[in-house]
């Protein structure tokens, strides 16, 4: 018995004590803080091809081999800028997997459902549009930031796809309209380049392009009149 006590008191002490980060830590996100916020003010001022390493070590007022220590290429750079632009904040966790995603796919409103998506992509697009743009254009000419940009496409049409199944399967798609076509409708307006197109170059007030987005999709994907929490009958879910 006294052996028992002992070992579980030796576990208990074992435990290690939770902190936060410490000093040199928290000095190493600030200063990677720092070089992504130079290089998306580089990146969206000057453009993708020219902006260099060195350029953004003096945006950032950090030595040019830290740059390179942290992030090794320009192409990380922009890679870190968009997954942390399109979380919004520094939980790298997919849009799929956060709360206000799966609030929206497991919605039983098919007309909230889609005014929850407006939302979501609204935030997205304020936080994302203008790097987008950069990346689109980039892709022209670096066959690597080609092969991102197609990547990001694609899982964002996954993303959509999942919502426009839930739809098809409910029965809440207007009627001849399969998941995939909604996909591809919900795919090409909740787009950060129609955001960027609306907001930054029309100069829509991103709530005005939220409610539009909101009202087009309802209007492309649900039958012409479908009240809060009406649906219909089951559609094509196939593809």
Avoid: N
Wanted: proline residues 4%.
């Amino acid at each position: 018995m006294p052996t028992l006590l002992i070992e579980c008191y030796s576990i208990h002490m074992a435990d290690p004590v939770k902190s936060g980060p410490g000093r040199r830590e928290l000095k190493a996100q600030a200063t990677r803080r720092r070089v992504l916020d130079a290089a998306e003010r580089l990146f969206v001022r000057d453009g993708y091809a020219a902006t260099s390493i060195s350029a953004i070590a003096d945006e950032g007022d950090v030595a040019v081999q830290t740059v390179y220590a942290v992030f090794s290429t320009k192409r990380s750079i922009l890679a870190e800028l968009l997954d942390l632009r399109i979380a919004g904040d520094d939980q790298l966790i997919p849009v799929r997997d956060r709360e206000s995603w799966q609030a929206m796919e497991h919605g039983t409103d098919a007309r909230l459902q889609l005014t929850q998506l407006a939302a979501i992509a609204t935030g997205i697009g304020q936080r994302i549009a203008a790097l987008y743009e950069v990346m689109a254009g980039a892709a022209g000419s670096d066959p690597e930031i080609a092969a991102m940009y197609a990547e990001r496409q694609r899982a964002r049409y996954l993303d959509q796809h999942g919502l426009a199944l839930v739809l098809a399967h409910r029965g809440s798609l207007r009627a001849g309209l399969s998941a995939t076509r909604a996909a591809d409708i919900m795919w090409t307006l909740a787009s950060p380049r129609t955001y960027h197109a609306m907001v930054d170059q029309r100069g829509w007030a991103a709530d005005e392009y939220e409610h539009w987005l909101a009202d087009m999709l309802a209007s492309a994907c649900l039958p012409a009149g479908t009240p809060s929490g009406g649906s219909g009958t089951p559609a094509d879910v196939q593809g």
